[in-house]
């Protein structure tokens, strides 16, 4: 009899500890997906910025020759099939600016082909 009492008391109790915990708990955060379209000699966009701690998903499309991207300090490295998507992930886990570049010859103005990531506070 006593034990029915008390019931409501504890699942109470449980409930509301329930909730703190769920406050206290950072959520996962989703990862920030980026499309980017690769085309003789560009990528659009060009220029990128996201959050320190971000998880970073590049989504890259050929639109006529296959191209790559390589951002070495980010650990990047995708090919990209023409008329293809090709992903690529990375942790947003330092600041500063970082500048890709295609690693797939793709012609004459191959070298100045660049993916600029930004990655602030």
């Known amino acids: 009899m006593k034990l029915k009492s008390v019931m409501p008391s504890i699942f109470a109790a449980m409930f509301a500890a329930s909730l703190f915990l769920l406050q206290t708990i950072p959520a996962q955060s989703a990862s920030h997906?980026?499309?980017?379209?690769?085309k003789r000699f560009e990528f659009a966009p060009a220029d990128v910025t996201v959050k320190k701690g971000e998880h970073v998903v590049l989504a890259l499309k050929s639109l006529d020759v296959p191209h790559g991207l390589r951002i070495k300090e980010l650990g990047v490295e995708a090919k990209i099939a023409k008329?293809?998507?090709?992903?690529v992930a990375?942790?947003?886990?330092?600041?500063?600016?970082?500048?890709g570049h295609c690693s797939v010859f793709c012609g004459a103005g191959h070298g100045?082909?660049?993916l600029t990531v930004h990655i602030v506070e």
Not at 83 to 87: D, L, N, P, S
């Open 33 to 38: 997906r980026i499309e980017v379209t690769a």
């Open 83 to 87: 008329g293809q998507t090709a992903e």
């Open 90 to 99: 990375f942790n947003a886990d330092k600041t500063g600016t970082f500048v």
């Open 112 to 114: 100045s082909m660049t």
